[in-house]
T-cell receptor, first 114, second 114 residues
Framework: NAGVTQTPKFQVLKTGQSMTLQCAQDMNHNSMYWYRQDPGMGLRLIYYSASEGTTDKGEVPNGYNVSRLNKREFSLRLESAAPSQTSVYFC?????????????FGNGTRLTVT | DQQVKQNSPSLSVQEGRISILNCDYTNSMFDYFLWYKKYPAEGPTFLISISSIKDKNEDGRFTVFLNKSAKHLSLHIVPSQPGDSAVYFCAASYSGGSNYKLTFGKGTLLTVNP
């Protein structure tokens, strides 16, 4: 039982390049989320998927797109990376909504955009 | 507008003593509160939660206290152990709004000295 698995662990991009962060969970959770963590800013929600087939914007969605591929997988895409997107990205899942059931986080992807 | 505030960026405690981490919130609609712990290079892990119908919840060495009138909650760790050294995030949500939006504080770095 791996929980939430994120790939890659580290990535360096040049400004304007694109990439997709992958996330998969094996807990049969309904909801999945993408957060970013920046120094002094805590965790901020980028996008979430309440259930398979649905996605919605969070607090900081600009510059990102997501795909809920199936119940297990939720990917985050940066179409044209910018230095402001340098951050640590966490994928998370929960059985129900994050407000009432705890989040289970992956170990993060550390992204640097030069 | 920071709705969940952790005003102490860091806290240092001796092993065996009590650690008290504080969290204030401004949104009186919040009715569910959680604490997450994060070690370096890992994702946050759920620690303990409390509903607004309670004023205390206990789980082993961890106790969360909620003072609704003061819009304040605290996490007590007794006794503190070196393995408790981590960043602690307070988070809050309200059932009347979207279940998928959890608001995090910026975190408090706890260091437990042997």
């Amino acid at each position: 039982n791996a929980g939430v698995t994120q790939t890659p662990k580290f990535q360096v991009l040049k400004t304007g390049q694109s990439m997709t962060l992958q996330c998969a969970q094996d807990m049969n959770h309904n909801s999945m989320y993408w957060y970013r963590q920046d120094p002094g800013m805590g965790l901020r929600l980028i996008y979430y998927s309440a259930s398979e087939g649905t996605t919605d914007k969070g607090e900081v969605p600009n510059g990102y797109n997501v795909s809920r591929l199936n119940k297990r997988e939720f990917s985050l895409r940066l179409e044209s990376a910018a230095p402001s997107q340098t951050s640590v990205y966490f994928c998370a899942s929960s059985e129900y909504g994050q407000g009432v059931s705890p989040l289970h986080f992956g170990n993060g992807t550390r992204l640097t955009v030069t | 507008d920071q709705q969940v505030k952790q005003n102490s960026p860091s806290l240092s405690v001796q092993e065996g003593r009590i650690s008290i981490l504080n969290c204030d919130y401004t949104n009186s609609m919040f009715d569910y509160f959680l604490w997450y712990k994060k070690y370096p290079a890992e994702g946050p892990t759920f620690l303990i939660s409390i509903s607004s119908i309670k004023d205390k919840n206990e789980d082993g060495r961890f106790t969360v206290f909620l003072n609704k009138s003061a819009k304040h909650l605290s996490l007590h760790i007794v006794p503190s152990q070196p393995g408790d050294s981590a960043v602690y995030f307070c988070a809050a949500s309200y059932s009347g709004g979207s279940n998928y939006k959890l608001t995090f504080g910026k975190g408090t770095l706890l260091t437990v000295n042997p």
